[in-house]
């Protein structure tokens, strides 16, 4: 099975930096995704880690380090139109099977 | 930028009804999902669909869910016979097989079962 947790809730300030992070088991392991959900819309790609270390994007960075199951989703200068939902996905590959199993999400609250 | 196009977005249906949800996935896209997210809780994994047959399930996905791909854009999702517990927001999702790019969401289809 798969198992991935990250914290339910975060507060930071607009214009600081916080950092979401997510931990993970699973078999098959390809590939660590973070999406952003604001409250009754999709979920929106923001990056992608299949290799360990840091990618950066803009104001997202994440970072994978596979031996230790764990990412993290670091936000910088932070806007108040960040607050939004932010959810950890592994991608399991199986033959011709890809799935992408979510974790419960980051609620982030950004206060002015 | 492409997108992947759910409809209807919203629809409202008797319990024991049955409901058909439609995706048109990024043209260029081989990789096909449907997800669910009940209201409150996390987004999860249905079916996922390649080379037009079912390369994976989940638990969830039972005798009630079918989904068929009866042309060259539309991926279907039919559920025969509703139930309460069906109310959810339905997400279509399509990829590349690299994934590079990530999974692209339709913008979901909220099923309400009265």
């Known amino acids: 099975g798969q198992n991935i947790d990250q914290p339910t809730e975060m507060t930071a300030t607009e214009g600081a930096i916080v950092q979401i992070n997510c931990t993970y088991q699973t078999s098959g392991f390809n590939g660590l995704f973070w999406y952003q959900q604001h409250a009754g819309e999709a979920p929106t790609f923001l990056s992608y880690?299949?290799?360990?270390g840091l990618e950066e994007k803009g104001r997202f960075s994440s970072f994978l380090s596979r031996s230790k199951g764990y990412s993290y989703l670091l936000l910088k200068e932070l806007q108040m139109k960040d607050s939004a939902s932010y959810l950890c996905?592994?991608?399991?590959?199986?033959?011709?099977?890809?799935?992408?199993?979510f974790g419960s999400g980051t609620q982030l609250t950004v206060l002015p | 930028e492409p997108e992947v196009t759910q409809t209807p977005s919203h629809q409202v249906t008797q319990m024991g009804q049955e409901v058909i949800l439609r995706c048109v996935p990024i043209?260029?896209?081989?990789?096909f999902y449907w997800y669910r997210q009940i209201l409150g809780q996390k987004v999860e994994f249905l079916v996922s669909?390649?080379?037009?047959?079912?390369?994976?399930k989940s638990e969830i996905f039972d005798d009630q869910f079918s989904v068929e791909r009866p042309d060259g854009s539309n991926f279907t999702l039919k559920i025969r016979s509703t139930k309460l517990e069906d109310s959810a927001m339905y997400f279509c999702?399509?990829?590349?097989?690299?994934?590079?790019?990530?999974?692209?969401f339709g913008s979901g289809t909220r099923l309400t079962v009265v």
């Open positions: 043209s260029n896209h081989l990789y």
């Open positions: 999702a399509s990829s590349e097989p690299t994934g590079v790019g990530g999974y692209t």
């Open positions: 996905a592994v991608r399991r590959i199986s033959g011709s099977a890809r799935q992408l199993t």
């Open positions: 880690n299949v290799l360990d």
């Open positions: 669909f390649y080379n037009n047959e079912i390369s994976e």
